[in-house]
């Protein structure tokens, strides 16, 4: 083996361990597909950096900012509703619906999401906007980077993208940190420095991670870093619009005179524009976010050739192969172009996968709407003593402790009586402390906004029929002796 | 394409041309290279864990504090002096009261009965189990019954002093004759004598045996145990007729504790714990529901 090893380091170059950098320098681009990216990121940094300064009145004393997520006092404010932690499955739920609906959207139009709602493709969007803006187009700022001696202009331009990097950031770390406390009271802090270190602290990781992700890192987060590359194509099929290189009109490429040459003149407009330096030509590759940039370049190139666009579209995997076994052997020119397009096919959105995802939507969204829709104010979850099981007391009669909590989502406290059903005559209820009524059941306060803890005795008289006993508590209004919440559980005694 | 890892870079080597040199078989090993900032990073780590390892170690067994002189072991003695003095003065207030003062009040209420639960599960538990619930020869604490009385001063006053603990003089102390072992009942004497025990709680086996063993019961054990059995807690004396048997309800338990007698033993928690942390304890056996107050 280490012969071998030998061999091969002395036929080839040294091996390396680590690969440098190709930076990428993306050319400005204008274009229908750029208009459209232009439309959707001020439209999503706008919700970003706005939506915690949307007010909604809750009533006094209560948090008045419509998207909150309290961690101080554990609550989770979206517009109209009130999540608890408990009901974390309204969170879960959501990522679900989120997650079925990416599946649904890459299916029909592939990497959409990579292309146009990523933040991390937003905001990198955002960063090379201002760099274009201060260092200038890709020729530029290659030209600067090759300098082995940068003038005093060109470190002025890198300190003020820096500078411009950072700024963004610290807004975007800035805006994070308001969807967890009330954003007008934490900017007042934050001026005047009073802001708590955790604040601080979050501000500014995700300022960090902002400037670095955006402004270093860039493209290397889509390729190393995030799975979902790794995976979509699992969820495309040959239906799935995608951004396609028709090579059948497009190869071989040559000159444009050339009369034997496809429509692809090797311009390279599609590479210089993309933002994570892929050769769309290459086919379907893990580094093509979707973003579409190289339909414009294209565009715009086949245009001052006059020539048909659509050289690079958003176009199916189904067409592409059709396409390219009718123009097979063809001449390149019109007649092929005309013979590529009429075989395409539309996609056909009642496919069985896109069936299926609508329907996991639907039935995923149907029971959040309906949890929501018929959650009570008053919950009670129960827990029964396991240490001991049961205490025999003198009389013979056995008992069960169990601890109630009693959730009151109301802002003012109440009072409930708790029964038992289900257990012998003569069992008692007791409550530390708590009075009965006439009745003999205990009466609780509940906590307003808040969770009860008590503990709970039932003692019923012995012999019981079983070993466990299937148990209801429930809380009832003490005036109309209707029920407000109810929990099931067992009485445990000894075998009979 | 995902092993060429700039996907479409001017140049890019395709499948299987880089490799790293290495082959086994005729299997060669393809170069999938890490970013150059990505390793650094890695080795960044590295040297930070060395420069970190001395200025906050963690050797076992050394007693070396490091450059800065911490570690996780003075961090946590900082820790609990700070807990320690954060409690303090509700601890004190807790010394000064009676427990069923301090569950009168639900906020020191709630304070002792979090701290009382921690006390009980390290100085209780392993006898009278985690929740009260006893074992033979270890009396249940979440019952009905009370050996030396189930009012709150009573309990206070059994932690404080203990059972039978021999280095304190207020200790509950009595002592159950050996009837059998020391020669003053007959074998049969004992046997009459269970029966009437067991029949005081309504589960007489054989009534004749259990007449014979009235007289025997008036005459030996009625005066700490009561005429009827009913137990005397002045006495520490256990009530014979009820449901609740400290050593088994069955004949042959019976039998046992008539001949040989029985003296559990808890030690005097005064000596031991903290003023406050037996009140806690007082109020957390409260929550159990079986003090009689």
């Known amino acids: 083996m280490g012969q071998q090893q030998q061999h091969h380091a002395a036929e080839e170059p040294p091996a390396t361990f680590y690969a440098p950098r190709v930076r990428v320098y993306p050319q400005a681009v204008k274009g229908k597909v750029r208009r459209l990216r232009w439309g959707v990121l001020w439209l999503l940094l706008g919700l970003y950096y706005l ?88 020729n530029a700022r290659m030209r600067r980077d090759r300098k082995p001696r940068w003038s005093w202009d060109d470190r002025l331009r890198k300190a003020t993208k820096h500078v411009a990097w950072v700024l963004i950031a610290l807004a975007t770390g800035g805006a994070w940190v308001m969807y967890f406390t009330d954003a007008p009271t934490l900017l007042r802090d934050l001026a005047r420095g009073e802001a708590s270190s955790t604040t601080l602290f979050f501000i500014g990781l995700f300022t960090a991670t902002t400037y670095l992700l955006a402004g270093w890192a860039r493209e290397q987060v889509c390729t190393y870093m995030c799975p979902w590359p790794r995976f979509q194509a699992a969820m495309l099929d040959e239906q799935s619009l995608v951004v396609s290189y028709r090579a059948w009109r497009g190869e071989p490429r040559g000159k444009p005179r050339d009369a034997a040459a496809g429509d692809c003149v090797d311009c390279a407009a599609c590479v210089h524009v993309c933002p994570t330096g892929v050769d769309i030509r290459d086919g379907q590759q893990l580094g093509c976010i979707s973003c579409g940039l190289c339909i414009d370049a294209c565009d715009a190139v086949m245009q001052r050739l006059d020539r048909p666009q659509g050289l690079i579209a958003f176009d199916t995997l189904g067409n592409l192969a059709r396409a390219e076994a009718a123009t097979a052997g063809m001449p390149r020119g019109a007649a092929c172009r005309g013979a590529g397009l009429a075989v395409r096919q539309a996609p056909n959105p009642f496919r069985p996968r896109l069936l299926l995802y609508a329907a996991a939507l639907l039935v995923v969204g149907g029971a959040m709407l309906g949890g929501l829709l018929l959650r009570e104010p008053v919950a009670l979850d129960m827990l029964r003593d396991r240490a001991p099981l049961f205490v025999r007391l003198s009389h013979g009669g056995i008992r069960n402790a169990y601890t109630l909590k009693i959730r009151d989502r109301r802002h003012e406290a109440a009072q409930l009586a708790i029964a038992a059903d289900g257990l012998p005559p003569g069992t008692q209820l007791s409550v530390s402390d708590a009075e009965t009524d006439a009745a003999g059941r205990p009466l609780v306060a509940t906590r307003a906004d808040d969770v009860a803890t008590l503990r709970l005795l039932v003692t019923a008289p012995a012999p019981l029929p079983a070993a466990s006993t299937p148990v209801v508590i429930r809380l009832l209004d003490p005036r109309s002796g209707a029920e407000v919440a109810r929990a099931e559980n067992v009485f445990l005694g000894p075998q009979p | 394409m995902s092993t060429t890892h700039k996907p479409g870079a001017h140049g890019a080597q395709k499948d299987g041309d880089n490799t790293t040199g290495h082959e086994w078989d005729g299997i060669r090993e393809l170069n999938t290279p890490l970013p150059t900032w990505w390793l650094y990073v890695f080795y960044a780590t590295i040297a930070f864990a060395l420069v970190w390892v001395l200025l906050y170690p963690a050797f076992p067994g050394t007693g070396w504090n490091g450059l800065l002189g911490r570690t996780a072991r003075t961090d946590i003695a900082e820790q609990l002096a700070a807990d320690r003095a954060q409690n303090e003065p509700v601890l004190a207030r807790l010394r000064g009261m009676t427990p069923a003062a301090i569950i009168a009040d639900p906020e020191l209420r709630d304070f002792a009965l979090a701290g009382g639960r921690v006390a009980f599960g390290n100085n209780c538990a392993g006898c009278h189990g985690a929740g009260g619930q006893g074992a033979p020869g270890f009396p249940s604490l979440a019952d009905d019954e009370w050996l030396w009385g189930g009012k709150l001063a009573d309990i206070q006053h059994s932690i404080e002093h203990g059972i039978r603990a021999p280095d304190d003089e207020n200790t509950r102390m009595n002592q159950m004759p050996r009837f059998l072992a020391d020669g003053m009942l007959t074998q049969a004497q004992v046997n009459d004598v269970a029966e009437h025990v067991l029949s005081l709680s309504g589960r007489a086996g054989n009534a004749v045996a259990a007449g014979r063993g009235a007289a025997v019961f008036a005459e030996n054990c009625a005066a700490c145990h009561g005429e009827q059995g009913q137990g005397n807690q002045e006495m520490g004396a256990p009530a014979l007729n009820d449901a609740i048997w400290l050593y088994g309800g069955d004949k042959a338990a019976v039998v046992r504790s008539v001949s040989f007698s029985r003296a559990g033993v808890m030690p005097a928690w005064a000596t031991r714990l903290d003023p406050a942390t037996i009140r806690m304890l007082v109020v957390y056996l409260h929550a159990l529901g079986g003090t009689q107050e």
């Open chain 1, 51 to 138: 939506a915690p300064w949307l007010r909604w009145d809750r009533g006094p004393g209560r948090p008045d900012q419509a998207f909150l997520a309290d961690m101080e006092h554990g609550r989770l404010f979206f517009l109209g509703l009130e999540i608890w932690p408990q009901e974390v499955y309204y969170v879960t739920g959501l990522l679900v619906l989120a997650a079925i609906g990416l599946f649904a959207v890459t299916c029909l139009a592939g990497r959409l999401w990579c292309g146009f709602a990523c933040p991390q493709t937003v905001w990198t969007d955002l960063f090379m906007w201002v760099e274009r803006r201060i260092e200038g187009d890709r």
